[in-house]
Protein backbone atom coordinates (compact mmCIF):
# COMPACT_ATOMS: atom_id res chain seq x y z
CA UNK A 1 0.00 0.00 0.00
CA UNK A 2 1.42 3.00 -1.87
CA UNK A 3 0.92 5.88 0.38
CA UNK A 4 3.40 8.25 -1.19
CA UNK A 5 3.17 7.87 -4.76
CA UNK A 6 6.04 9.84 -7.14
CA UNK A 7 4.46 8.50 -10.88
CA UNK A 8 7.39 9.57 -12.76
CA UNK A 9 10.52 7.89 -12.54
CA UNK A 10 12.55 10.22 -14.67
CA UNK A 11 12.38 13.75 -15.67
CA UNK A 12 14.97 15.53 -18.32
CA UNK A 13 15.10 19.52 -18.81
CA UNK A 14 16.75 21.83 -20.29
CA UNK A 15 19.18 24.10 -17.71
CA UNK A 16 17.60 27.44 -17.70
CA UNK A 17 14.03 26.17 -17.44
CA UNK A 18 11.33 25.13 -14.84
CA UNK A 19 11.43 21.58 -13.52
CA UNK A 20 8.05 20.58 -11.60
CA UNK A 21 8.31 17.24 -9.58
CA UNK A 22 4.85 15.56 -8.62
CA UNK A 23 3.70 13.55 -5.60
CA UNK A 24 0.74 12.09 -4.70
CA UNK A 25 -0.93 10.91 -1.47
CA UNK A 26 -3.62 8.43 -0.55
CA UNK A 27 -3.84 9.42 3.46
CA UNK A 28 -5.86 11.89 4.67
CA UNK A 29 -3.94 11.73 8.39
CA UNK A 30 -0.72 13.59 6.70
CA UNK A 31 -0.16 16.88 7.18
CA UNK A 32 3.60 17.88 6.58
CA UNK A 33 5.93 17.25 3.84
CA UNK A 34 9.22 17.37 2.64
CA UNK A 35 10.91 17.03 -0.02
CA UNK A 36 14.57 15.24 -0.17
CA UNK A 37 17.51 15.43 -2.70
CA UNK A 38 19.36 12.45 -3.06
CA UNK A 39 23.11 12.61 -4.83
CA UNK A 40 24.77 9.83 -5.48
CA UNK A 41 26.77 7.79 -2.82
CA UNK A 42 25.18 10.11 -0.16
CA UNK A 43 22.23 10.22 2.03
CA UNK A 44 19.26 11.91 1.24
CA UNK A 45 19.16 15.78 2.46
CA UNK A 46 16.04 17.79 2.81
CA UNK A 47 15.27 20.43 0.75
CA UNK A 48 12.15 22.17 2.04
CA UNK A 49 8.80 21.32 3.07
CA UNK A 50 5.31 22.24 3.55
CA UNK A 51 2.90 22.34 6.48
CA UNK A 52 -0.93 21.63 5.57
CA UNK A 53 -1.96 24.66 7.12
CA UNK A 54 -0.24 26.16 4.15
CA UNK A 55 -0.67 25.87 0.05
CA UNK A 56 2.86 27.67 -1.14
CA UNK A 57 6.16 27.59 0.47
CA UNK A 58 9.10 28.97 -1.15
CA UNK A 59 13.33 28.87 -0.69
CA UNK A 60 14.61 30.74 -3.23
CA UNK A 61 14.65 28.74 -6.68
CA UNK A 62 12.36 26.27 -4.74
CA UNK A 63 8.83 26.26 -4.49
CA UNK A 64 6.61 23.43 -2.88
CA UNK A 65 2.96 23.86 -3.63
CA UNK A 66 0.13 21.70 -1.71
CA UNK A 67 -3.22 21.16 -2.84
CA UNK A 68 -4.90 19.19 -0.10
CA UNK A 69 -8.18 18.50 -2.03
CA UNK A 70 -6.26 16.35 -4.59
CA UNK A 71 -4.10 14.75 -2.05
CA UNK A 72 -1.63 16.21 -4.30
CA UNK A 73 1.89 18.54 -4.02
CA UNK A 74 4.67 19.51 -6.43
CA UNK A 75 8.23 20.87 -6.38
CA UNK A 76 8.98 23.54 -8.65
CA UNK A 77 12.39 24.93 -9.42
CA UNK A 78 13.06 27.35 -11.60
CA UNK A 79 15.42 28.26 -12.99
CA UNK A 80 17.04 24.70 -13.24
CA UNK A 81 20.73 24.00 -13.06
CA UNK A 82 23.09 21.37 -13.78
CA UNK A 83 23.89 21.10 -10.34
CA UNK A 84 19.76 20.15 -9.47
CA UNK A 85 20.43 16.71 -11.26
CA UNK A 86 19.58 14.03 -8.28
CA UNK A 87 16.99 11.88 -6.95
CA UNK A 88 13.74 13.79 -5.35
CA UNK A 89 11.72 12.09 -2.70
CA UNK A 90 8.88 13.42 -1.86
CA UNK A 91 7.70 12.23 1.82
CA UNK A 92 4.82 13.10 4.16
CA UNK A 93 3.95 12.43 7.94
CA UNK A 94 1.01 12.80 10.36
CA UNK A 95 -1.08 11.64 13.11
CA UNK A 96 -0.27 11.91 16.22
CA UNK A 97 2.53 10.20 18.60
CA UNK A 98 4.35 7.22 17.17
CA UNK A 99 2.73 7.35 13.98
CA UNK A 100 4.55 10.23 13.04
CA UNK A 101 6.93 8.29 10.78
CA UNK A 102 8.26 9.93 7.56
CA UNK A 103 6.66 7.96 4.68
CA UNK A 104 8.25 8.31 1.41
CA UNK A 105 7.67 8.08 -2.03
CA UNK A 106 10.13 6.03 -4.99
CA UNK A 107 12.02 9.05 -6.03
CA UNK A 108 12.45 10.55 -9.25
CA UNK A 109 15.57 10.94 -10.70
CA UNK A 110 15.84 14.66 -12.37
CA UNK A 111 18.37 15.48 -15.20
CA UNK A 112 18.88 19.02 -16.03
CA UNK A 113 21.14 19.22 -19.40
CA UNK A 114 23.14 21.84 -20.36
CA UNK B 1 28.42 16.69 5.55
CA UNK B 2 24.96 15.79 7.54
CA UNK B 3 26.75 14.77 11.00
CA UNK B 4 25.30 11.10 10.71
CA UNK B 5 28.14 8.43 10.18
CA UNK B 6 27.29 5.16 9.06
CA UNK B 7 29.72 2.23 8.96
CA UNK B 8 30.50 0.19 7.13
CA UNK B 9 29.72 2.03 3.83
CA UNK B 10 29.67 -1.56 1.66
CA UNK B 11 29.27 -5.09 3.34
CA UNK B 12 29.13 -8.10 1.20
CA UNK B 13 27.87 -11.44 2.58
CA UNK B 14 26.55 -14.96 2.13
CA UNK B 15 22.64 -16.03 2.89
CA UNK B 16 22.52 -17.33 6.09
CA UNK B 17 25.09 -14.94 7.67
CA UNK B 18 24.76 -11.84 10.17
CA UNK B 19 25.66 -8.52 9.87
CA UNK B 20 25.67 -5.89 12.46
CA UNK B 21 25.32 -1.95 10.70
CA UNK B 22 26.21 0.73 12.88
CA UNK B 23 25.39 4.48 12.81
CA UNK B 24 26.25 7.75 14.84
CA UNK B 25 23.84 10.24 15.39
CA UNK B 26 24.47 13.82 14.79
CA UNK B 27 25.81 15.97 17.82
CA UNK B 28 22.92 16.61 20.46
CA UNK B 29 20.54 14.42 18.19
CA UNK B 30 18.44 11.71 20.53
CA UNK B 31 16.12 9.88 17.70
CA UNK B 32 17.96 7.70 15.65
CA UNK B 33 15.66 6.04 12.56
CA UNK B 34 16.61 3.11 10.13
CA UNK B 35 15.32 2.88 6.39
CA UNK B 36 16.06 0.19 3.55
CA UNK B 37 16.13 1.12 0.26
CA UNK B 38 15.88 -1.54 -2.14
CA UNK B 39 16.46 -1.19 -6.11
CA UNK B 40 13.98 0.92 -7.61
CA UNK B 41 11.89 2.08 -4.09
CA UNK B 42 11.76 4.36 -1.92
CA UNK B 43 13.02 4.59 2.08
CA UNK B 44 10.79 2.40 3.64
CA UNK B 45 10.96 3.16 7.04
CA UNK B 46 12.31 0.02 9.64
CA UNK B 47 12.55 1.48 13.39
CA UNK B 48 12.49 4.68 15.27
CA UNK B 49 14.45 4.85 18.49
CA UNK B 50 14.20 7.88 20.68
CA UNK B 51 17.19 8.37 23.65
CA UNK B 52 17.81 4.27 23.71
CA UNK B 53 13.78 3.36 23.69
CA UNK B 54 12.05 2.09 20.51
CA UNK B 55 9.72 4.82 19.42
CA UNK B 56 8.07 3.35 16.33
CA UNK B 57 8.69 0.37 14.39
CA UNK B 58 7.80 0.26 10.62
CA UNK B 59 8.15 -2.76 8.10
CA UNK B 60 11.12 -4.32 9.89
CA UNK B 61 11.43 -8.31 9.63
CA UNK B 62 11.71 -10.34 12.66
CA UNK B 63 15.02 -11.18 11.24
CA UNK B 64 15.88 -7.97 11.87
CA UNK B 65 16.66 -6.29 15.12
CA UNK B 66 18.37 -2.79 16.64
CA UNK B 67 18.98 -0.94 19.29
CA UNK B 68 20.15 2.29 21.16
CA UNK B 69 23.10 2.85 23.38
CA UNK B 70 23.35 5.32 26.18
CA UNK B 71 25.73 6.56 24.24
CA UNK B 72 22.99 7.62 21.13
CA UNK B 73 24.88 5.50 18.73
CA UNK B 74 22.73 2.25 17.07
CA UNK B 75 23.24 -0.44 15.56
CA UNK B 76 20.57 -2.78 13.32
CA UNK B 77 21.23 -6.48 13.25
CA UNK B 78 20.69 -8.32 10.21
CA UNK B 79 20.17 -12.48 10.63
CA UNK B 80 19.68 -15.41 8.67
CA UNK B 81 19.91 -12.94 5.36
CA UNK B 82 18.22 -13.69 2.13
CA UNK B 83 18.93 -12.35 -1.46
CA UNK B 84 16.27 -9.90 -0.82
CA UNK B 85 18.08 -8.39 2.04
CA UNK B 86 20.17 -6.81 -0.57
CA UNK B 87 19.58 -3.08 -0.31
CA UNK B 88 21.30 0.56 1.06
CA UNK B 89 19.89 1.16 4.50
CA UNK B 90 20.42 4.18 5.76
CA UNK B 91 20.65 5.95 9.31
CA UNK B 92 19.03 9.77 10.00
CA UNK B 93 18.94 11.27 12.99
CA UNK B 94 16.82 14.17 14.92
CA UNK B 95 16.68 16.20 18.24
CA UNK B 96 13.05 14.95 18.95
CA UNK B 97 11.79 12.60 17.11
CA UNK B 98 8.30 14.60 16.86
CA UNK B 99 7.78 13.32 13.18
CA UNK B 100 7.70 16.99 12.23
CA UNK B 101 11.42 17.97 11.79
CA UNK B 102 13.96 17.38 9.13
CA UNK B 103 15.65 14.27 9.42
CA UNK B 104 19.67 14.18 8.97
CA UNK B 105 20.90 10.99 6.71
CA UNK B 106 23.96 9.24 6.75
CA UNK B 107 25.60 7.99 3.05
CA UNK B 108 24.51 4.55 4.08
CA UNK B 109 25.74 1.08 3.29
CA UNK B 110 25.45 -1.07 0.83
CA UNK B 111 24.43 -4.59 1.83
CA UNK B 112 24.88 -7.22 -1.08
CA UNK B 113 24.05 -10.47 0.22
CA UNK B 114 25.44 -13.54 -2.38
Known amino acids: DQQVKQNSPSLSVQEGRISILNCDYT??????FLWYKKYPAEGPTFLIS?????DKNEDGRFTVFLNKSAKHLSLHIVPSQPGDSAVYFCAATGGAGSARQLTFGSGTQLTVLP | DSGVTQTPKHLITATGQRVTLRCSPRSGDLSVYWYQQSLDQGLQFLIHYYNGEERAKGNILERFSAQQFPDLHSELNLSSLELGDSALYFC?????????????FGSGTQLSVL
Open chain 1, 27 to 32: NSMFDY
Open chain 2, 92 to 104: ASSKTGTGSEKLF
Open chain 1, 50 to 54: ISSIK
